[in-house]
């Protein structure tokens, strides 16, 4: 509890904190931080006891944090994927729900009851929230916090507008249900052009540890000079980072945006 207290005054912790809630895991920062420590330390020993240079070892060291970054960020993304594709059917049903003479919360009560998690959990969370006493406007802002979905925040704005400036809320619901489809159609087109890109950055992206850990295993004192040797320290170097460079810059060409 202290050292999360301590990093919560740190900047950039607020932003790094909601990066965690949005993952869906129950991380705080004092965790997260104590976990990427321990991948450090790991990769550390694992050098030392492989008698790696003192270089090459903090270069190892530095890829557990972003290992456990990038896990952290698929983690999030597939949160917000299994999100966006429940939630046009559960804008439906608060639609129909609504039709029928339900206020919004039994509505979203309905909804949370009947869409799959995780949405189910983030609307039941909002349901929870405005039964307590928390205003429509708040839960819905915290909703959209909590979710790094655009679809969701069409969600809650559209019912933010609506509460201040009135309308037919269930009608609101079912454009924006057919909005969200639409938008997921064409992310849909997009992904199928951008397949054969996002393929080939893989394969490009793996094959060289691929084979060094391949030619490691068939003749380990060939490979062995990439370490031992101080020229072989200089090309590892370089490719590394040229690669890295590489790396970067072709899912930066394959992230399309819709």
Do not use: C
Request: charged share 15%; no cysteine; hydrophobic share 55%.
């Amino acid at each position: 509890a202290w050292a999360e207290r301590g990093l919560q005054a740190l900047p950039g912790a607020a932003a790094f904190d909601h990066f965690l809630m949005q993952t869906g895991l129950a991380l705080s920062l004092a965790q997260a931080l104590a976990l990427a420590t321990g991948l450090v330390l790991l990769a550390l020993a694992l050098g030392a006891s492989l008698h790696w240079p003192v270089l090459l070892s903090l270069v190892v060291a530095t890829l557990g944090p972003l290992l456990l970054i990038a896990f952290l960020q698929h983690r999030r993304t597939h949160r917000m994927v299994l999100i966006s594709q429940a939630l046009p059917d559960a804008l439906d049903l608060m639609a129909r729900s609504m039709q029928a003479g339900h206020a919004f919360t039994s509505a979203l009560q309905v909804a949370a009851k009947d869409a799959p998690p995780p949405l189910s959990h983030e609307l039941r969370t909002v349901f929870e929230e405005i039964n307590f006493g928390i205003s429509a406007a708040q839960a819905l802002q915290g909703l959209a916090l909590r979710v790094a979905s655009d679809d969701v925040r069409y969600f809650v704005v559209a019912v933010i507008i609506q509460s201040e400036t009135g309308g037919n809320l269930a009608e609101i619901l079912k454009n924006t249900a057919y909005l969200i489809r639409e938008r997921q159609k064409i992310a849909g087109i997009v992904r199928v052009l951008s397949a054969e890109g996002r393929i080939s950055a893989i394969i490009l992206s793996l094959l060289p540890f691929a084979l060094a850990a391949l030619m490691g295993l068939l003749n380990p004192g060939f490979i062995s000079r990439l370490w031992t040797d101080p020229m072989g320290l200089q090309l590892v170097y370089t490719s590394l980072t040229l690669m890295a460079i590489g790396i970067l810059w072709m899912w930066r060409l394959i992230q399309i945006r819709v």
